[in-house]
């Protein structure tokens, strides 16, 4: 006989997003009906479509006080049904001054998903092929351009979203709106940030960085751009599985 009401809220939150290591997993459905889980996944999916971004974002911190309530900092489960809420999450946790952060100028950061919240990534940090990474940043201009390259000499356009839309920037300092999870690529991805006063060729910007990514050295070099374009990158190590 299932037992739901014994089980706290934030455990059916990660039963629900498949948040749970298998053992955990296997008790906790045990006593959960699949019709609970089933309602509780649908709320989320009904959160998700019918509210804009920002309405998500105040759902997602709801939902992070009723966890906290409960010892937990995180709700992973409408995480799990669309990492735009992750946004709502890591706005409220943007790094204060400190001896990893610069004082002027652009800065890139990436946020990882982790079951027990989002986990800021320093220049270097090891990541694994599956990790759910959303992207921040702070620039001295007002046009941006944003692109990765990773072990097998691939550019994945990051910002804007399209080669041909704009360069400009709502805000100097934003989270992208849209996560992004890394594939098996090996060695590293490298996310690189390219800022100027004046709107940007963004094919100009992914050519640089694939001339860069086929090179020998595509984990360091910079871009093979004017020099009065300003870039910022991020590296992340990539661990084998």
Do not use: C
Request: net charge negative; aromatic share 4%; no cysteine.
């Amino acid at each position: 006989m299932n037992d739901h009401r014994a089980v706290p809220d934030y455990l059916l939150e990660r039963l629900a997003a498949d948040d749970l290591p298998p053992d955990e997993d296997a008790a906790l459905r045990a006593r959960v009906s699949p019709e609970q889980l089933q309602r509780l996944r649908a709320s989320d999916a009904e959160v998700l479509a019918a509210l804009p971004p920002r309405q998500v974002a105040l759902e997602v911190e709801r939902r992070l006080r009723n966890a906290k309530a409960s010892r937990r900092a995180w709700a992973p489960a409408l995480v799990a049904v669309a990492t735009v809420a992750l946004v709502g999450v890591v706005a409220l946790r943007w790094p204060t001054e400190g001896p990893d952060r610069s004082k002027g100028g652009a800065e890139l950061l990436a946020w990882a998903q982790t079951p027990s919240g989002p986990v800021l990534l320093g220049p270097g940090a090891a990541v694994r092929s599956g990790t759910v990474l959303q992207l921040h940043f702070r620039a001295e201009a007002p046009f941006a351009v944003i692109a990765s390259l990773d072990g097998r000499g691939a550019v994945t356009l990051h910002s804007p979203l399209t080669a041909d839309a704009s360069t400009a920037l709502e805000a100097l300092a934003h989270t992208l709106p849209q996560a992004y999870q890394l594939d098996d690529a090996p060695r590293f991805e490298r996310f690189v940030m390219v800022t100027s006063a004046h709107p940007l060729e963004v094919n100009q910007v992914l050519q640089a960085a694939a001339v860069v990514a086929r090179g020998p050295d595509a984990e360091h070099a910079p871009l093979p751009l004017p020099p009065a374009l300003h870039q910022t990158d991020l590296l992340l190590r990539k661990e084998a599985p």
